[in-house]
């Protein structure tokens, strides 16, 4: 009897030896998924970080840059313009972010801001200068952001981030 029953556990035996490797396989599998998935929103969180960050840099850089820095001396570049603005944005950009893929809109004194009247009339024969001290200017930046492993999203994720400051210079 015995002998029959070590024949039946060693049959047993040999008929799950290949269970161990699907089970690995399967897990592996999910591990995986779940390891790109945890790289790719890590990589889609970075992206969104510098358009957030250098959305509020630019605008910051814009208004120390009005169209008084240049009678001072203090700004050596002279007024900034939405060119100036959007080139500052591309020089900022760091590794792994695509430049090709980012926009940037410049609004001075955006509707509805509350500013001066310079900024939209002339005061004593001076203006409208929309860049003026006072006035408002507003960058948004925009990221088209390709996730690493087309699995999670095959589509591009619009990132946009939007800055308001006043002009101070």
């Given at each position: 009897?015995?002998?029959?029953?070590?024949?039946?556990?060693?049959?047993?035996?040999?008929?799950?030896?290949?269970?161990?490797?699907?089970?690995?396989?399967?897990?592996?599998?999910?591990?995986?998924?779940?390891?790109?998935?945890?790289?790719?929103?890590?990589?889609?969180?970075?992206?969104?970080?510098?358009?957030?960050?250098?959305?509020?840099?630019?605008?910051?850089?814009?208004?120390?840059?009005?169209?008084?820095?240049?009678?001072?001396?203090?700004c050596?570049?002279?007024?900034?313009?939405?060119?100036?603005?959007?080139?500052?944005?591309?020089?900022?950009?760091?590794?792994?972010?695509?430049?090709?893929?980012?926009?940037?809109?410049?609004?001075?004194?955006?509707?509805?801001?509350?500013?001066?009247?310079?900024?939209?009339?002339?005061?004593?024969?001076?203006?409208?200068?929309?860049?003026?001290?006072?006035?408002t200017?507003?960058?948004?930046?925009?990221?088209?952001f390709?996730?690493?492993?087309?699995?999670?999203?095959?589509?591009?994720?619009?990132?946009?981030?939007?800055?308001?400051?006043?002009?101070?210079?």
């Open positions: 009897m015995r002998r029959g029953q070590k024949t039946t556990r060693s049959s047993r035996r040999k008929k799950e030896k290949g269970s161990t490797l699907v089970e690995f396989a399967i897990v592996v599998i999910l591990l995986l998924t779940m390891f790109f998935g945890i790289a790719g929103f890590g990589h889609a969180l970075y992206a969104y970080h510098f358009v957030s960050n250098v959305a509020r840099e630019a605008t910051r850089w814009a208004i120390v840059n009005g169209s008084t820095c240049g009678t001072d001396g203090s050596p570049s002279g007024p900034a313009s939405p060119t100036d603005i959007d080139t500052y944005v591309k020089n900022h950009v760091p590794p792994g972010i695509d430049t090709s893929k980012i926009s940037t809109v410049v609004a001075f004194s955006p509707p509805g801001a509350n500013d001066p009247a310079i900024c939209t009339t002339a005061v004593n024969g001076i203006g409208p200068t929309d860049d003026a001290p006072g006035c200017v507003e960058v948004t930046v925009n990221y088209s390709n996730f690493i492993f087309p699995f999670i999203r095959s589509t591009a994720l619009p990132l946009s981030s939007t800055s308001e400051m006043i002009i101070a210079h």
